[in-house]
């Protein structure tokens, strides 16, 4: 079977990451699929999560900075017990003990890890520290001093708990990381514990119920009788939290030749998608009725 390229096509999918693949192995796979170069993911996925990952296709990857989607929720398993170089199952134990918290024990802590906390990534992890990704150090061996950061969770809830492990429910903030949540939350239980199963359900108003799998997808493209636009999505779409600004012909020239623009309607200072004839172009951002910068497509 031969790849059948897809020419020309611009768009998000919305795909859904199996366990033991890392995030880049899907992007691999669809350029191989689709027969596409520029493809690029969003809210990367450990090997041990599986659940939704946003892949962008073309010029959909001009755009991944723009995703503004600041929470996310995942499902997730503590074991307590002991830890691991890398906070979850795919690490080596590194400490144990016999101190296993009650049901009781974890629910009086949750409070502390509502609202506005601080967190430590973990070592391993894409984390830049002096240019350089954390995991890679930590892999040979080097010291990884990570900063503490502000995160949101939104919500916390324990499912259940059963045979030292509790599952949890949690609605968190983008940059927060589950690994480093299950850690501290063991070491306030007077314990140890490490992720061994995580599960990402959504992704700010997109949850996994809209995934497609990877063998799915071969057969659509696959199939004659079907088309990539099934299952990709526009990437106006996607971007549709921000404000829309439909321009006529004159400006759409200007704009398109890069000449400077003035609008003589005043604007909120902003990001904007730019449409002309109800086709989308790109995004703007305005200050003071002036285009500052533009990043447009299709032109």
Do not use: W
């Amino acid at each position: 079977m031969t790849t059948k390229k897809i020419l020309n096509k611009d768009g998000f999918l919305f795909l859904f990451k199996e366990k033991g693949y890392s995030s880049f192995y899907y992007v691999k796979q669809i350029r191989k699929i689709l027969g596409v170069k520029k493809v690029g993911h969003a809210g990367t996925l450990d090997p041990l999560a599986e659940g939704l990952l946003i892949i962008a296709i073309g010029n959909a990857t001009k755009f991944l900075e723009y995703l503004i989607y600041d929470n996310k929720n995942y499902i997730f398993t503590i074991q307590f017990g002991n830890n691991t170089t890398t906070d979850d199952s795919e690490g080596d134990i590194i400490e144990t003990t016999n101190n296993i918290p009650n049901k009781e024990k974890i629910l009086s802590i949750i409070p502390e890890y509502t609202g506005t906390i601080e967190q430590t990534p973990p070592i391993y992890s894409a984390i830049k520290v002096n240019g350089q990704r954390a995991y890679k150090l930590a892999r040979e061996g080097k010291n990884v001093n990570i900063s503490t950061r502000a995160i949101n969770i939104y919500n916390l809830e324990l499912i259940n708990f059963n045979n030292n492990q509790a599952k949890f429910n949690v609605h968190c903030s983008k940059g927060t990381y589950v690994r480093s949540l299950a850690r501290d939350i063991a070491k306030s239980c007077n314990s140890l514990g490490h992720v061994v199963y995580l599960h990402r359900n959504k992704i700010g108003k997109y949850d996994v119920s809209n995934t497609i799998t990877l063998e799915n997808i071969k057969k659509i493209i696959y199939n004659e009788n079907d088309f990539l636009e099934n299952i990709l999505i526009p990437i106006d779409n996607i971007l549709d939290d921000i404000s829309a600004l439909s321009i006529n012909d004159d400006l759409f020239q200007d704009l398109k030749h890069g000449r400077k623009i003035f609008f003589s309607e005043k604007y909120k200072d902003g990001l904007y998608r730019i449409y002309n004839n109800n086709k989308f172009y790109g995004l703007i951002n305005i200050i003071n009725n002036n285009i500052n910068k533009r990043k447009l497509i299709n032109i």
